[in-house]
């Protein structure tokens, strides 16, 4: 079974800059979408940004110009670098793929655990 693993998470400054990184494991032919969510206390889960395997990319309208994602098809990474923090980007991150091609089989709705995110004012 193919599992994602985040990191990169923590306690930061408003203004400060995090960046978070995913590591797909297992034998993987093919991710074609990976990306972030995010969900806050007492908030549903939102999408941050997505990213195919060609780098066409998608970001909420609260993180435009201010993170970027990317990712390294080689190593089956996504990253994301978080710039200009807020204390309303604080959350827990999930790494998402909803579909991973693997020697395991195909593998539907794959989430990471989630690492935090906190941002002090």
């Known amino acids: 079974q193919v599992q994602l693993v985040e990191s990169g998470g923590g306690l930061v400054q408003a203004g400060g800059s995090l960046r978070l990184s995913c590591s797909a494991s297992?034998?993987?032919?093919?991710?074609?979408?990976m990306g972030w969510y995010r969900q806050a206390p007492g908030k549903q889960r939102e999408m941050v940004a997505t990213i195919t395997s060609g780098g066409s990319t998608n970001y909420a309208d609260s993180v435009k110009g201010r993170f970027t994602v990317s990712r390294d098809n080689a190593k089956n990474t996504v990253y994301l670098q978080m710039n200009s923090l807020k204390p309303e980007d604080t959350a827990v991150y999930y790494c998402h793929a909803p579909m991973v091609v693997s020697t395991a089989g195909t593998q539907l709705g794959s989430w990471g655990q989630g690492t935090q995110v906190t941002v002090s004012s």
């Open positions: 297992g034998s993987i032919f093919r991710i074609n979408v």
